[in-house]
């Protein structure tokens, strides 16, 4: 049995979806994602803005060397990659805990009015 043999309920109209865009838990999910991922943006905006300029104006200290051929321009850079890696961590993590459970409260109200 594949999965399109299930029956499935047909989706909402746009009425519905006015109605799910207007309700407060659609209202809190939206600001919930806004809080996090605006200043998230802003901060890794700037970060990357500040590397971008210290390589391009201090070049003098982005070749300083810390160990061996290493310089702060390389471990600036990779850490532009940690920074990344960090960032998306944190999205799942407060995504996991913040956003997915008032997305299925969402979900879950819609599914229930369209069966």
């Known amino acids: 049995m594949s ?6 309920a047909p989706p909402p109209d746009q ?3 006015d109605e ?3 309700s407060a838990e659609f209202v809190e999910l939206r600001a919930r994602l806004r809080r996090f991922v ?7 905006l700037v970060w990357y ?8 104006y201090a070049h003098e ?4 060397k810390l160990i061996g051929n290493v310089n702060v321009g390389l471990v600036l850079g990779l850490l532009q990659f940690a920074s ?3 960032i998306t961590w944190l999205y799942v993590r407060y995504a996991g805990r913040k956003l997915d459970p008032l997305a299925e409260r969402v979900r879950e109200s ?5 069966k």
Do not use: R
């Open 15 to 17: 009425a519905d979806w």
């Open 20 to 22: 799910v865009h207007g």
């Open 61 to 64: 200290f982005m070749a300083t």
């Open 84 to 86: 990344t890696f960090l």
């Open 3 to 8: 999965t399109t043999d299930h029956a499935q």
């Open 49 to 56: 803005l500040v590397y971008v300029l210290l390589a391009d």
């Open 110 to 114: 819609i599914e229930g009015d369209a």
């Open 38 to 44: 605006f200043p998230m943006a802003a901060l890794f």
